[in-house]
């Protein structure tokens, strides 16, 4: 019988690129068809409901019953004309993932069977809240939970299915999902940067907060991934020594993309298309098998759900295509991790991008202003932002050779600093000139000329200025953009509004505006500039300087989530009303847990890998070596024979120290998940998890990998590196 990791080898080299089927048409002609957009709305619903439902989505205005019941009638002709035979609520609860509870429009009416799907049903739903991670918001024996209409997010068709964007919340109002706090986020951010936006353009009266995310993937072959436990339970290779080539010839990044992968690429784009996601982007990234998919910028409500949807169809079109795909954030250790960049903006109703400079002084003094608020609110922040990107999985990414410290740091470019520097040298606390004010203004007025060939990228630094917006580096691949990017619009909302709270004051007392702007400018300008940083932040320079500037560094992750119970965050949730401390706690609560059962699924993995795949292994191949010895030991004169087995003797002798450190770790891990499980407190029991835990797999997977070095090829059981990165 083969050997199963040849058998996966073989299955792998014997794949064809699938075929795709191309749309007749272009992709404008299709893109969208299956998303219940304003366009269909204006076909299928009532001119009355149509205003309702777009006055709901750019005003917030409450859509009642019997709107409702007209909208649901329509979403259900329209869907039913597309084949759609079920309705769903898709959500996005605290598990890192959507969750559907699919309904048919099947129903009885007077002995007939007929269709039906009603407001009632397109308002709301009862998923049971128990099964879904609460963080104690909610007791098993209490169930209840409400999913509810978001009709800010167009409904779309996937798989016959209709499905309708929905919030999560407990029976008692608390979010249990990811989006109901992203949608409070979005709309205090709105508020407060209206009112500083005012003071520049009173036509503004809408600020729209934007992302363009960048998905980091790999691609593993079905059958070599099937060959490895550790990956389809962990989506990481628990071990594995290095390929003698992998991405130091730097060869991958940007090269021609596989064929397979090629038709991977399109097949998923296509669908994405037609569900409305404008994915514009496809490379090969720098690591091997790894890859990256990129859309145009959209309000950041939509792009969310984009991209939970993306990866959704990523996932199931892989399979398709005998992949299986990788969205963790170090699946192979010693080579780049992924990410996912989240780029963030604001946009007004007037058209303006709030981080992009203008063609006037006036203009450019308003960017500035959106881009020093934004500077202090990462400085003053600094730990909650950690937080929000904070888990297991990132955190093998964080610090490595290719990803953003866990130092928060700003990027600016030297041009930008410099003019940064120039306001808090000639600013002053005294009554400004109009020489002073005059030029000011046209220094300020030159910022797009200025940038047009010296803006630069830094990828070591986590908050990077990019010419015109800002790209939130941390965020990790398998992560939900609706976390980092809530706590990062509620920062700089309340930002926002202690900056027109701090010009108010100024102007009180007669300064005339713009004055009073440039002052303010100035004092955030010398409280901020600790977090800006231009150089190398993998150096051990830069976290001893960090240190000396004040700026924190924890990299253990548990500890970094013990920001979310600070008093100084609690203040900034409740006072934006973004997460009730409640709510806020209990998302400490779940993010916690979940480093404690990912580990917990980790070490048992790991466990049965060593002692079920790699011992037996390693004892067959050290009874062929003992053999062997036996045999010279037969053949040749004692002399000889000295000189000749120690070879093998070694061999027998390093197999034996690296199997005897693999079995005792094993079993003193297994000791210690046991005692560890005692530990009633939750954040207590993660963190001495992380310290323990991590460090018995660090000791069974270094002498593992040691032995993949000296066990026969032929005998090793599980695919090694070599296979897994360059099979495509």
Sequence with gaps: MPHSRFSAIAASHSRKPIEVVYPDTKTSEYFGMNVFDKDKMKKYLPKEAYRKVIAAIDEGEHIDRKIADLVALGMKAWAMELGATHYTHWFQPLNASTAEKHDGFLDISNGEVVENFDGGQLFQQEPDASSFPSGGIRNTFE????????????????????CIPTIFVSYTGEALDYKTPLLRSVSTLDKAAVEVCQFFDKNITKVISTLGWEQEYFLVDEAVYNARPDLYLTERTLLGHASAKDQQLEDHYFS??????????????????????????????????QFECAPIFEEMVIAVDHNQLIMNI???????????????????????????????????????????????????LLFLTFLVNTVKAVYDNQDILRASVSTIENSHRLGAAEAPPSIMSVFLGSQISKILDEIENKVTDDKMTPDLKTELKLNVGKIPEILLDNTDRNRTSPFAFTGNRFEFRAVGSSANCAGPMTVLNTAVAKQLYQFKKDVDAITIDGNKRDEAIFKVLRSYIIHSKNVLFEGNGYS?????????????????????????LTENVEKLFTETNVLSKRELHARHEILVERITNKLQIEAR????????????????????????????????????????????????????????????????MIQARKRLNKIEDSTEKAHEYYVTITEYMKE???NIDKLELIVDDDLWPLPKYRELLFTN
């Design 143 to 162: 169930a209840r939970g409400y999913t509810a209409w978001d009709p800010s997010s167009p409904a779309f068709i996937v798989d016959k299915t209709l």
């Design 256 to 289: 021609a993309i596989p064929q397979r992968v090629k038709a991977f690429m399109a097949d998923f784009e296509i669908e994405s298309h037609k569900l409305g996601i404008p994915v514009k982007t496809r490379h090969n990234e720098v690591a091997p098998n």
């Design 314 to 364: 990523m996932k199931k079109t892989a399979r398709k295509h005998n992949f299986r795909i990788l969205f963790h954030e170090k699946p192979f250790k010693n080579i780049n991790g992924s990410g996912k960049h989240n780029n963030w903006s604001m946009a007004t109703n007037t058209g303006v991008n709030l981080l992009a400079p203008g063609s006037t002084p006036k203009r450019n």
């Design 700 to 702: 069974i997977r270094h």
């Design 605 to 668: 993995v790991l466990g049965d890998l060593a002692n079920n795949h790699i011992i037996p292994t390693v004892i067959k191949y050290q009874n062929i070596l003992i053999e062997n010895v036996k045999g010279l030991r037969d053949l040749l004169p004692a002399d000889e024979f000295e000189v000749l087995a120690e070879p093998q003797m070694d061999m027998i002798r390093r197999i034996s120290k690296h199997k005897t450190i693999v079995q005792t770790k094993v079993v003193e």
């Design 540 to 564: 051990q320079e830069w976290i001893d300087e960090a240190a000396s500037r004040g700026l924190t560094n924890i990299t253990n992750p548990v500890q970094a989530l013990e920001a979310l």
